[in-house]
């Protein structure tokens, strides 16, 4: 199996903490952008599904307000995962999403312009 790359992309988003991490933590929040249906069957196991293709992802933290960091479950190295971080900066208290993501070298410009369509659809859902 190729070696990934981690990668970090970050994004201004006008909305509160406490909002989005409706829209990155709870299934329902992430059907709405981030995939075409998510279930759970376990409150760990999340499973994506996009067009005829299904993919689950273990929950391996959270933090209310803060972060949800995923690892898909055919993944065999326990040190690659994904993560969507709320972050405030301190004095303006302007909302930044930051993506924490893991791809092959040859697919990590690929993976980057996935991330910015999906987080541009979360902007329009929510009207940031």
Known sequence: MAEKTKYQLEFSVNASPQMLYQYISVPSGLAMWYADDVRTSDEDVYTFVWDNSEESA?????????????RWQEEEDESIYFEIKIRVQEL????????????????VEEAKRL?????????ALIGA
Do not use: H, N, S
């Not at 273990?58 to 995923?70: A, E, G, I, N, T």
């Not at 303006?92 to 697919?107: G, M, Q, R, S, Y």
């Open 58 to 70: 273990l929950l391996l933290r959270k933090k209310l307000d803060d972060y949800v960091r995923f």
């Open 92 to 107: 303006t208290k302007e909302v930044t999403l930051v993506i924490t993501d893991f791809a092959p070298e040859d697919e």
């Open 115 to 123: 991330w910015e369509t999906q987080i541009a659809e979360l902007k």
